[in-house]
């Protein structure tokens, strides 16, 4: 998560420690909130039309799914069944294929993405560690 977070920082810089997004985060994970909350602006009912609204909504994929940066970014529509609510992933780091499980949310966005013509490939068409 952490790793992602850093991306997200690297690719769109007003997503920044000094953010709002990064503080609720920073505390989620520390435990301080009792009820899990979104660390980001991104709205989940509508599509993500600009890079950075499509950022907010890979961190909420990031933490419904417990997914790592370039696994998201390299997500392809084959690889989701919206209907089984999984994600399959061909390559992971440790070199073993692996079907993830979607939450609700997770679905949810995937469902928002796939209405936008710029994510017609790639899920989220997102390249890790380019600006």
Not at 21 to 39: D, V
Not at 86 to 99: E, S
Not at 100 to 115: Q, W
């Amino acid at each position: 998560m952490l790793s992602f977070l850093k991306f997200c920082t690297e690719t769109a810089p007003h997503i920044a420690p000094e953010n709002i997004q990064w503080r609720l985060f920073l505390k989620l994970r520390s435990g301080e909130f009792e009820q899990p909350m979104i660390a980001t602006q991104y709205n989940i009912d509508v599509p993500p039309e600009s890079k950075s609204e499509r950022i907010g909504a890979a961190i909420v994929f990031a933490i419904e799914t417990a997914m790592r940066a370039g696994e998201i970014c390299g997500i392809t529509w084959e690889d989701v069944n919206l209907e089984r609510r999984t994600v399959y992933l061909p390559k992971t780091n440790n070199g073993n294929p692996r079907t993830v499980p979607l939450s609700t949310a997770a679905v949810k966005v995937l469902e928002k993405l796939k209405t936008l013509v710029d994510c017609k490939l790639k899920a989220f068409n997102l390249k890790l560690g380019i600006p």
